[in-house]
């Protein structure tokens, strides 16, 4: 039942010392603005991370390097690349990999249009490419098999590419650019590529990877190989099993670390996690930290009130009050500075993190733009939940202070 008496007493308890109330209740206020930022900011990046690499993330990409040990007769300081027949075979033995592809790589090549040209990099892809890291248009298409059968002279620019060549909003598809001296179609334009992705296109013009095999006579040879597998496996497992299959036929020494490069999206990946679940787990150190300053704060204020009204203890105590009253008195007392300081700082808190997110969706930046930085419902549930729990712990001392106080003493207290 609702006492407004009590609650008035609370208030003018309260009231009484305003600033000592005040800058204690500031402790709680931090500690959860604290917790609420920097989870909301962990938990905002992961979703980032997520949302840019659950396709891929169990990707690897894998660089042919210079052979370094002698083997089979073969002397060191061999070139290597990697081949059609190479694919085939990897994909016939490892029957756990989902996509497998070449990627052809060339140095940079002068582009123009018009009276427009800047310098980008050339890359060959094969249809396979989009399966695995399912890269978004701004226009056109993407590199399909008949592109590549037919060894066709068109490409798709990276974004930056497409800014630098062409007109803002000008849709460029059907027209023709000059690339190192032959003529290309232009097909598709890329949208800018997550950091995430294996292969970032933004700096780069890529047309079909027979096409550029042709340009360089490299016959069916590639200069790198992605690999991709589902969510199920580890990829980590099947870099293991793809190593000593290419190193067999291309007569590298098994023990020959340096000739081959892999990058692994999902180690790369689960780095990056690990530390913001560092970020995370010191955010609620540093937060629970400065919570616990702040409800030594309202347990001292508390026991400050309980020595002060000693004396109108003891009279209640000899009217007959029963302890249950005062402990009550007491703890409610405490509940109501803590959730109040609380409720305000989750509310400061989660309107830092809807600003902080305002700006991010009007970055212009692609990938900023899709964070969110809320916390989740059931986090800030469980928030509330402990910052109601603390209030009520950080009563209990002078509130068996103040019952376990003797009823005579308590009366003669001046």
């Keep these: 039942m609702f006492d407004i008496d009590r609650w008035q007493e609370i208030w003018q308890t309260i009231t009484r010392n305003r600033w000592r109330s005040f800058f204690t209740t500031m402790g709680i206020f931090g500690g959860i603005i604290i917790l609420i930022i920097m989870s909301g900011i962990s938990n905002g990046m992961q979703r980032i991370i997520w949302e840019n690499t659950y396709r891929t993330v169990n990707s690897a990409i894998f660089y042919p390097q210079k052979i370094t040990m002698p083997y089979k007769g073969f002397?060191?300081?061999?070139?290597?690349?990697?081949?059609?027949?190479?694919i085939e075979i990897l994909k016939k033995n490892i029957p756990k990999i989902q996509h497998i592809t070449g990627i052809v790589t060339a140095r940079i090549t002068t582009a123009s249009y018009n009276d427009k040209s800047g310098n980008y990099y050339i890359m060959g892809f094969t249809p396979e490419q989009q399966k695995i890291e399912q890269y978004k248009l701004l226009y056109g298409r993407t590199i399909n098999q008949t592109d590549i059968i037919s060894k066709r002279k068109v490409c798709i620019l990276g974004e930056r590419a497409y800014r630098e060549l062409f007109s803002k909003k000008q849709n460029p598809i059907g027209k023709n650019i000059d690339l190192g001296g032959t003529i290309y179609s232009v097909i598709g334009v890329y949208a800018t590529s997550s950091n995430f992705n294996l292969t970032n296109t933004d700096n780069y013009i890529v047309m079909p990877s027979s096409t550029l095999q042709e340009c360089y006579n490299m016959g069916e040879q590639y200069n790198q190989l992605v690999v991709n597998v589902n969510n199920s496996t580890n990829i980590t497992q099947i870099e293991t099993q793809i190593r000593p299959i290419l190193f067999s036929r291309h007569n590298i020494a098994p023990n020959d670390t340096k000739a081959l490069k892999?990058?692994?999206?999902?180690t790369a990946i689960d780095s990056i996690l690990n530390l913001y679940s560092g970020i995370k787990f010191l955010s609620w150190l540093v937060g629970i930290g400065t919570l616990f300053a702040g409800l030594i704060g309202i347990s001292n204020i508390l026991l400050v009130v309980v020595k002060e009204r000693t004396q109108e203890i003891g009279?209640?105590?000899?009217?007959?009050?029963?302890p249950f009253s005062i402990l009550s008195q007491i703890l409610t007392e405490s509940f109501f500075l803590t959730i109040i300081a609380g409720i305000m700082g989750f509310l400061a808190g989660v309107g830092i993190l809807t600003l902080i997110d305002l700006l991010l969706h009007n970055s212009g930046d692609p990938v900023l733009e899709k964070a969110s930085l809320q916390i989740p419902f059931i986090t800030a549930i469980k928030?509330?939940?402990s910052i109601s729990f603390c209030?009520?712990?950080?009563?209990?001392?002078?509130?068996?202070?103040?019952?376990?106080?003797?009823?005579?003493?308590?009366?003669?207290?001046?």
Excluded: V
């Excluded at 002397?75 to 190479?86: A, G, H, S, Y």
């Excluded at 892999?262 to 999902?266: A, P, Y």
């Excluded at 209030?391 to 376990?404: D, E, F, N, Q």
């Design 75 to 86: 002397n060191p300081d061999r070139t290597w690349l990697f081949t059609k027949d190479d």
């Design 262 to 266: 892999i990058f692994n999206l999902k």
């Design 315 to 322: 009279i209640r105590k000899a009217l007959g009050a029963s």
């Design 383 to 385: 928030i509330i939940l």
């Design 391 to 414: 209030g009520i712990l950080a009563g209990m001392p002078p509130a068996l202070k103040a019952i376990h106080a003797n009823t005579i003493d308590a009366i003669r207290e001046e």
